[in-house]
């Protein structure tokens, strides 16, 4: 049932409404401001933080706008009729600090600054990604010790054997700096092999890592119970444990030998090293004066913790090696003119393609993955991109006096920790010819 509204109800209502309207907009007369120019509302660009609508352009009355910018946004800066310069920058008073990062924690795990972690994150995956566990080390390297040295072998039975042995140290890859490392022999890289095609080995692989490991001899053909993936060929070996790998080398060239198990992690804290192989005696090969291996690799070290550096988000690396140290703790070759030095890029390293380039001239490319190259495939170059796993063998001569460089040419890999030490960095070595 509607009910029923008399003529006087329906008059007073319409009396009380106007009245209420017109005390609102005397209020507004009385207390605010109806001038809605651009001017009134501050569009001209003249304070209001956060928002450009554009400068050298025209306020909302038709005047020409002011040419400060409105930082934080640019709604298309610039008349691009007038050719008007684009906006200025924001005041550098005005910017918000840099929040510094750190390393975080997450559990009982070290994390590095800037990852990203999510609900989803595997705890499996974020321990390979964490700081190595600086209670677990029980070595520390004299700062003059050097990686990469020849382990001669004990023949037993015409069998060369070597012992290995996989810990936990800190490692000196410059002066002041320090990295947790996994070695082998307590050194980084680890010992050098120096075989001869036709060799049989046994290598003997002491784990007193603080977890499990394998090793595989990358580029070689061997018994596939030899290989060292780990779970797919063999059971790592565990903390404390022992395994033997032997077989035949039955290739020539340069190879080497890194984890298999987590090698994210371990090869990418140090377990790696050069294999070289000679060939049998009357195979011709490539000669040079000097052999030198360069065994290239990124380390990610913060605030004294020691992270495998990979390509993600906050675990990209911050210092490069060859051999286990930085420039200008990196080796010098010595040489007199007219000699030739054989330099085995070796990718021993997890995350990038490295452009190694050496000055003084053009290098013939010899070798690739082991293989010598034939005579006509050989080709000059000055620069080689030497990706994960690769091996590039060439041969440089010296033609003039002075000291040469040999470096990445991916310049920050050429620095440490982003700052330049004696006109370089990471991955730089020198040659001084006399």
Not at 296 to 311: N, S, V
Request: charged letters at 15%; a neutral charge; proline letters at 7%.
């Amino acid at each position: 049932m509607t009910p029923k509204v008399s003529r006087p109800q329906i008059a007073a209502v319409t009396i009380l409404s106007v009245l209420a309207l017109a005390a609102g907009v005397g209020l507004a007369a009385a207390f605010g401001d109806l001038n809605m120019s651009a001017r009134g509302m501050n569009m001209t660009g003249e304070g209001m933080p956060g928002m450009n609508m554009g400068s050298g352009g025209t306020d909302m009355s038709g005047n020409a706008s002011g040419t400060q910018n409105m930082p934080g946004m640019n709604m298309g800066g610039g008349n691009t009729n007038t050719g008007a310069a684009a906006p200025a920058p924001t005041p550098v008073g005005e910017l918000p600090d840099t929040p510094l990062q750190t390393p975080t924690r997450m559990g009982d795990l070290v994390m590095p600054p800037g990852m990203i972690m999510t609900k989803t994150m595997n705890m499996e995956a974020m321990r390979d990604m964490a700081a190595v566990d600086l209670t677990q080390v029980r070595f520390t390297a004299p700062a003059s010790a050097r990686g990469d040295q020849t382990l001669a072998p004990q023949v037993v039975g015409g069998v060369k054997v070597f012992n290995f042995e996989t810990s936990l140290i800190r490692w000196n890859i410059l002066k002041g700096v320090q990295v947790a490392a996994y070695a082998v022999n307590r050194q980084v890289p680890g010992p050098r092999l120096q075989l001869t095609q036709g060799d049989r080995v046994r290598i003997n692989v002491k784990n007193n890592l603080p977890e499990s490991t394998t090793i595989h001899w990358h580029g070689l053909i061997v018994p596939n119970n030899m290989d060292g993936p780990a779970d797919v060929t063999q059971k790592p070996i565990a903390p404390g444990e022992t395994f033997t790998y032997e077989f035949t080398v039955n290739q020539a060239g340069t190879y080497f030998y890194h984890s298999h198990k987590n090698p994210d992690r371990q090869q990418g804290l140090g377990l790696y090293g050069a294999l070289l192989v000679a060939p049998r005696g009357g195979v011709a090969q490539p000669q040079a004066d000097i052999d030198y291996p360069l065994q290239l690799q990124e380390w990610l070290q913060r605030d004294g913790y020691t992270f495998p550096a990979m390509i993600m988000e906050g675990a990209l690396p911050n210092f490069f090696t060859i051999n286990g140290k930085a420039y200008p703790e990196t080796d010098i070759i010595r040489m007199r003119v007219g000699q030739t030095v054989r330099l085995r890029f070796v990718g021993s390293n997890n995350n990038f393609v490295h452009p190694m380039h050496v000055h003084g001239g053009p290098f013939e490319v010899v070798a690739r993955d082991g293989e010598t190259l034939r005579e006509s495939a050989r080709y000059l170059a000055d620069t080689v991109n030497v990706g994960p796993g690769q091996r590039y063998d060439v041969i440089w001569k010296a033609r003039e006096k002075g000291i040469w460089l040999i470096h990445c040419h991916i310049p920050h890999h050429t620095t440490n920790d982003n700052v330049e030490e004696q006109g370089g960095g990471g991955l730089t070595m020198r040659i001084q010819v006399t």
